[in-house]
């Protein structure tokens, strides 16, 4: 099983990035796909959440119209497009899927992950 992401980055306050999850080796199509970052000194905490079968889409407060999650499913592809970055933004984030979801979850509530890809803002 892979979940492999790409995209992030280093940008200005203000910019955009748009990273990419691409997931193999297993069959996500039913799954909550997420975005989980961990800020230096922090526990990681999910961003943003998507369900492939119908697209629902959850987002933390902290991000919420700044951010959004969609997805290709025929490239088996999770997306989230980041505008309006802040510093506070800095973070690895990690691709993420559990079985179910309604909410953004915390650290502990994940089947699987990827290895990440680190955003900086300055």
């Known amino acids: 099983v892979q979940l492999v992401e790409s995209g992030g980055g280093s940008v200005q306050s203000g910019g955009s990035l748009k990273l990419s999850c691409v997931a193999s080796g297993f069959d996500f199509s039913a799954w909550w796909m997420y975005w989980v970052r961990q800020a230096p000194g922090k526990e990681r905490e999910g961003v943003a959440g998507?369900?492939?079968?119908?697209?629902?889409?959850v987002y933390a407060d902290s991000v919420k119209g700044r951010f959004t999650i969609s997805q290709d499913n025929a490239k088996k592809t999770v997306y989230l497009q980041m505008n309006s970055l802040k510093p506070d933004d800095t973070a690895m984030y990690y691709c993420a899927a559990r079985s179910a979801g309604n909410r953004c979850y915390p650290e502990g509530y994940y089947y699987f992950w990827g290895q990440g890809t680190q955003v900086t803002v300055s």
């Open positions: 998507i369900y492939r079968v119908t697209g629902d889409t």
